[in-house]
T-cell receptor, first 108, second 112 residues
């Protein structure tokens, strides 16, 4: 059974700081998605990574897929209060599963 | 654009009652799934379906049943509600198992 481990579980930083959160598995990902969820809403897709070593950028967010396709990271540059939320990684083998998430809080 | 529609948005049940959470999508997606999310936690997979007539168990299937008689609909049934089933339930769909999922707005369920 593939499990996705996300770290850290919680992160509270000052506005303007940089941060990185991680998603790891003991199994190889076929593809991996990152979602952000805000309170009272369903998760919303940020990005999909497919190729080992792939790097994708979405404004201040940089997503990296490990060369072996067993890990991924999300780096946020100059965090803003609007980045606050629960960040979830997701992958699929025979079914789609999610990690437990990183809850990010940005202090003004 | 309706996307994924979940009903009801809120529900309070008494222990032992049964009910069905409805989920419908209008995108002709083959893959549909149900998750529960407990406070401060990620999403745990309850049941999923890769197409009409096909369903399978996820990580936490006990106490829940599903069926997929059409591509559009994927209802989740609680057979005999228990307080441990108090949670927020999300339905999601995607074109295939390897595509990103589209989520409904969730059903907030309380079991007293």
């Amino acid at each position: 059974t593939q499990l996705l481990e996300q770290s850290p579980q919680f992160l509270s930083i000052q506005e303007g700081e940089n941060l990185t959160v991680y998603c790891n598995s003991s199994s190889v990902f076929s593809s991996l998605q990152w979602y952000r969820q805000e309170p009272g809403e369903g998760p919303v897709l940020l990005v999909t990574v497919v190729t080992g070593g792939e790097v994708k950028k979405l404004k201040r967010l940089t997503f990296q897929f490990g060369d072996a396709r067993k890990d991924s990271s999300l780096h946020i540059t100059a965090a803003q209060p609007g980045d606050t939320g629960l960040y979830l990684c997701s992958s699929s083998a025979s079914k789609i599963i999610f990690g437990s998430g990183t809850r990010l809080s940005i202090r003004p | 654009n309706a996307g994924v529609t979940q009903t009801p948005k809120f529900q309070v049940l008494k222990t032992g009652q049964s009910m069905t959470l409805q989920c419908a999508q209008d995108m002709n997606h083959e893959y549909m799934s149900w998750y529960r999310q407990d406070p401060g936690m990620g999403l745990r997979l309850i049941h999923y379906s890769v197409g009409a007539g096909i369903t399978d168990q996820g990580e936490v299937p006990n106490g829940y049943n599903v069926s997929r008689s059409t591509t559009e609909d994927f209802p989740l049934r609680l057979l005999s509600a228990a307080p441990s089933q108090t949670s927020v339930y999300f339905c999601a769909s995607s074109e295939t198992i390897n595509q990103p999922q589209h989520f409904g707005d969730g059903t907030r369920l309380s079991i007293l």
